[in-house]
């Protein structure tokens, strides 16, 4: 079992910054390799992967989000973070933390966060 606490979400202005932690707790030394990931979910639309990285430190970016977006990891805490920058009003999702076992990319995430709601005012 995995635990994710996620953090920081709230409101900004456009071209603002927030940074997102999560915090991973649990079962994960049990993992030889593993990924995190952000997923984000706004109104009437899909849940969509924003960044993973990887327990080598690998990253890997939703499309040209990466241009703004930076994903990271703090192995010594299994925490991740990730960075926004210049966001946008269509940034405003819940944005969930997600943990996938024997991954690189996070693509079936195993366990989830219960989110943070991030909302870009223009």
């Known amino acids: 079992q995995v635990d994710l606490v996620e953090s920081g979400g709230g409101s900004v202005q456009a071209g603002g910054s927030l940074t997102l932690s999560c915090e991973a707790s649990?079962?994960?030394?049990?993992?030889?390799?593993?990924?995190m990931a952000w997923f984000r979910q706004a109104p009437g639309k899909e849940r969509e992967r924003v960044a993973a990285v990887d327990s080598d430190g690998g990253t890997s970016y939703q499309g040209t989000l990466h241009a703004r977006f930076t994903i990271s990891k703090d192995s010594s805490k299994d925490i991740a973070y990730l960075r926004m920058s210049n966001l946008r009003s269509e940034d405003t999702a819940i944005y969930y933390c997600a943990f996938e076992r024997l991954s690189r990319l996070c693509g079936t995430p195993n366990y989830w966060g219960q989110g943070t709601q991030v909302t870009v005012s223009s």
């Open positions: 649990g079962s994960i030394s049990m993992y030889s390799r593993y990924c």
